[in-house]
């Protein structure tokens, strides 16, 4: 079974900008997370969707959003980047209707540089 | 107070030694634990996850849980230098939500 894809791999933008990252969830998995990972703040919690629906949000600004297709995939958007958004995202799936006990798998993530 | 907090690093063991990571959190409400190693400029890949109080053991790995302590820990037996990476330490904190640690770094010397 494949795993998660995320396109794409790099991203320079910069500041000001906006950009769009994509995930692909493993087969048959429903629910997918976003994280953002910086060398300062570790693994962050940014928000997880599944069936469509964004069902938590971590404590970021609202320049960052996503949103999830009915096929499961999903994509995140960050507006007006800052230099403070230079990390990498990465995405997670997990297969299930949201038990505490669901088990999430990483894709390789997107490394974004802002200039 | 950090919802989950890892030994600080980096910790450095001879080939074939016992690597002892620990973990703490905040939310007794926390129901599962997820051990998770990253290399260097590669995504987190899951090792282990532990619901229940007690021992979880796979292969070279150990997982012990203690929820009156708020405890979780991960020893890796007979240390591989390919065990050199960083250990991310994963508490469900509600549901759809996970709160990883600062991460501790192992590195195996050969």
């Known amino acids: 079974k494949a795993g998660v894809t995320q396109t794409p791999r790099y991203l320079i933008k910069t500041r000001g900008q906006q950009v769009t990252l994509s995930c692909s969830p493993i087969?048959?998995?429903?629910?997918v997370s976003w994280y953002q990972q910086t060398p300062g703040q570790g693994l962050q919690f940014l928000f997880e969707?599944?069936?469509?629906?964004?069902?938590n949000k971590g404590n970021f600004p609202g320049r960052f959003s996503g949103r999830q297709f009915s096929n499961s995939r999903s994509e995140m958007n960050v507006s007006t980047l800052e230099l403070g958004d230079s990390a990498l995202y990465l995405c997670?799936?997990?297969?299930?209707?949201?038990?505490?006990?669901?088990?999430?798998?990483f894709g390789p993530g997107t490394r974004l540089t802002v200039l | 107070q950090k919802e989950v907090e890892q030994n600080s690093g980096p910790l450095s063991v001879p080939e074939g030694a016992i690597a002892s990571l620990n973990c703490t959190y905040s939310?007794?409400?926390?129901?599962?634990f997820f051990w998770y190693r990253q290399y260097s400029g590669k995504s987190p890949e899951l090792i282990m996850f532990?619901?229940?109080?007690g021992d979880k053991e796979d292969g070279r790995f150990t997982a012990q849980l203690n929820k009156a302590s708020q405890y979780v820990s991960l020893l890796i037996r007979d240390s591989q230098p390919s065990d050199s990476a960083t250990y991310l330490c994963?508490?469900?904190?509600?549901?759809?939500?996970?709160?990883f640690g600062a991460g501790t770094t192992v590195t195996v010397r050969a």
């Open positions: 997670a799936s997990a297969a299930l209707a949201g038990t505490s006990t669901d088990t999430q798998y």
């Open positions: 087969s048959g998995h429903r629910s």
């Open positions: 969707y599944f069936s469509e629906t964004q069902r």
């Open positions: 939310d007794r409400g926390s129901q599962s």
């Open positions: 532990i619901y229940s109080n």
């Open positions: 994963a508490v469900n904190v509600n549901d759809y939500k996970l709160s």
